[in-house]
């Protein structure tokens, strides 16, 4: 396809401020504010007063429509048990335990005042728990979230030598704050897909904090396609040596929709392999997403692999993609490391190629956006979420067809 | 026995510096199982006819009437040309990444005849015209022209040629950048497709080699956007021989 420079945002910078965080002065009482060198020296809070409010000029929140996420950043959450269901599979369970668990913040903590805000308000955390040497794929579905304010905070832990596949499935109304630590034990192999297909009107805002153990994999990918505002960071710690981290992201925005993800992988250990492929299409006006991809080789990081790309594909006029990829490197002993970026409008000699083999127009934008969000879709290898995907996109783009005839 | 007929064509493309004209009043008529060969220098318009026939929306057709049966295909959309039997080879076939060439082709057939194809014998179609071509099955799996060499983009165009049986089909350079092996199994493929078809053919070249295994009845001289001369295959060799300076002289 052809990829011509759109409305892409590129941006390398690598060191940041803290005042452009907001961050408060703190406990060491000098009040003075320090220049943040790297990626891993972002502040981190679970408390969130210890974040100033947001106005929307912070690096991490300048990209999000912030006047819509008050109630999120500033206001009170309900931070009571929220309502699920799950498939059964042997060797995965769930509970609810307290926050001072252990296991609760060892995956991560908040680099953001709304992801604080929900670690203090929950009142509990859902442990999903993956025994080891099990081989299981289990789907979570929340469709009754609801229209209050609320906090969710999720652990999953997969046991060392675990093989697993974990779906969240998202539909419903949301007005959701969410953590979910993921925890892969020494060569466990897991795979947490979150799917938001949610009403029109939800509000998603979700940290994913990752912890790689020892020689294990994990592969997260986040599909998002309904909702109002969404807004998911998720970050891979690759503590030990020899872990590999998949991060995928699959985004279709539409009218008046923005989709947003800042990515963030630490290649914290020697010999660590991260891939980040994050492919979306926009369509219609005011159709807005954020990919922001930052990847920290540390001094530990030696023989590190690492490649991060992200394509957006431009339906129609009235849409902007920003895109941002960050490189940082602290060790000169690499394996590798690259990245691209590129928005590229719709190639109309691919619709004219397929028209002129008997495809009609509107089939023909269906086969293009889908071959486009394919290399995503096949990698998640779960079929039958790709048929599901593949239905979703189509009725995405019958809307989008109705919608421009009228 | 179907006629293809254009009428007094004039085109237009939009450029940075306005409208420019291609075609100044082509006329060309060709019925089934006849192959047509149109020959000139580069820049003539050739690839504009190619396409002001497959109906891209980059050429605006100004004045004049293209008709299949009597139907107006200038009425039509670029799909439903191609559904009333019009085929055109690019000279550049479109990468369209993600789609494989089985999906593609698969979709393709439906959209032509109006319903899926029995599934057994399609499989069996399909591997039967590649095997012809020489294409080796893994293309099948592969993304729809992405990373197929030049050859290999053109054989993909006479694969789809031979499955969707059309009733006309405009050839634009499919000889350019074949060595003499894949000019060969090329050729070979649209003397089947015309054999099973009736396939009436217009072929745009610049060189004779290819008319060695695809034999014109007519050859076309095209220059400065209309047909400058008529002939039959001698013509051909004349152009070799000649040039086409004496035309160039005469449109000046
Ligand atoms: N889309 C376009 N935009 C601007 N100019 C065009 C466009 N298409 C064709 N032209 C111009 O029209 C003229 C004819 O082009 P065309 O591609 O039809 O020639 P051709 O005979 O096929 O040439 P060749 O032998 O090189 O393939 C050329 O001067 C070309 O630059
Ligand atoms: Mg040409």
Known sequence: MSLAPDTTTTDTTTTTIAEQLGIKAHSDGTGRVAPVQTRSARFKSTNPEDFEAVNGRELDWKLSPVAKLTAFTAGELDGSRFPYSATESAGVSFSWIPVTDPRVGSAGIPEDRASANAWTAATEVLLVSIGAEDVSEITITRDATGQTPRAAHIVIEAAPFSKSTIIIRNTGDAQLVENLEILVGESANLSVISVQQWNDDAIHLGSHFARIGRDASLKHALVSLGGDVIRINPSAHLAEAGGSVDLLGLYFADAGQHIEQQVYVFHDAPQTKSRVTYKGALQGKGARTVWVGDVLIGAKGTGTDSYEQNRNLVLSEGTRADSIPNLEIETGDIAGAGHASATGRFDDEQLFYLQARGINEEEARKLVVRGFLNEIVQQLHVPSLEEDIHAALDIELENVHIASVN | ?252
Request: aromatic content about 6%; proline content about 3%; cysteine-free.
């Open chain 2, 1 to 252: 026995m179907s006629t293809l007929k254009i009428t007094d064509l004039h085109v237009s493309v939009e450029t940075e510096q306005g409208t420019t004209q291609i075609l100044r009043g082509v006329d060309l008529t060709i019925n089934s199982g006849e192959t047509h060969a149109i020959m000139g220098p580069n820049g003539s318009g050739k690839s504009t006819l190619a396409y002001t026939i497959a109906g891209h929306p980059k050429y605006k057709v100004e004045s004049g009437s293209i008709t299949l049966d009597g139907a107006d295909v200038l009425a039509m959309t670029v799909d439903e040309r191609a559904r009333a039997g019009l085929f055109l080879a690019m000279q550049y076939p479109v990468e369209i990444p993600g789609v494989t060439v089985t999906n593609f082709l698969r979709t393709a057939k439906t959209a032509i005849d109006g319903e899926a194809p029995a599934i057994r014998n399609w499989i069996k179609d399909v591997r039967v015209a590649m095997e012809s071509l020489r294409m080796d099955k893994t293309f099948a799996e592969r993304n729809v022209n992405e990373g197929f060499s030049g050859g290999e983009k053109k054989r993909h165009e006479i694969l789809q040629l031979e499955l969707l049986k059309p009733r006309f089909a405009v050839l634009d350079e499919t000889d350019s950048g074949l060595d003499v092996d894949a000019l060969k199994i090329v050729s070979e493929g649209v003397n089947r497709a015309k054999e099973a078809t009736g396939l009436g053919i217009l072929l745009i070249t610049h060189y004779t080699r290819i008319l060695r295994y695809i034999k014109p009845d007519f050859v076309h001289v095209f220059v400065n956007g209309r047909v400058a001369e008529e002939g039959g295959p001698e013509l051909a060799d004349r152009l070799e021989n000649e040039g086409y300076d004496r035309f160039l002289e005469l449109a000046v």
